[in-house]
């Protein structure tokens, strides 16, 4: 394994255990499923240099442009949700209180 492929496995593996263990805050969450998504578009840009073909090179802007669209949702919850409960707490958050 190259220590590029290191890297991104990593980092890939880092986010999934930080949102799999440090649910406390919304936001941290959302760090969380943002730096999957980065990691992701890095093994996808490195997937399509190295195949050195312009087919495989839209598939890490269509990531990146999903994962600002992910982004923006997760901000404009993160907003309602502070509004509305005063905290971004997940425990706090709950659907059946309203």
Partial sequence: MTPVHFSFSSAFILGLMGLA???????????????????????????????????????PILLLAFSACEASAGLALLVATARTHGTDRLQNLNLLQC
């Fill in 21 to 59: 263990f440090h649910r406390t805050h919304l936001l941290s969450a959302l760090l969380c499923l943002e730096g999957i998504i980065l990691s992701l578009f890095i093994a996808l840009a490195l997937w399509a240099l190295q195949f050195e073909s312009t087919s495989f090179s839209t598939a």
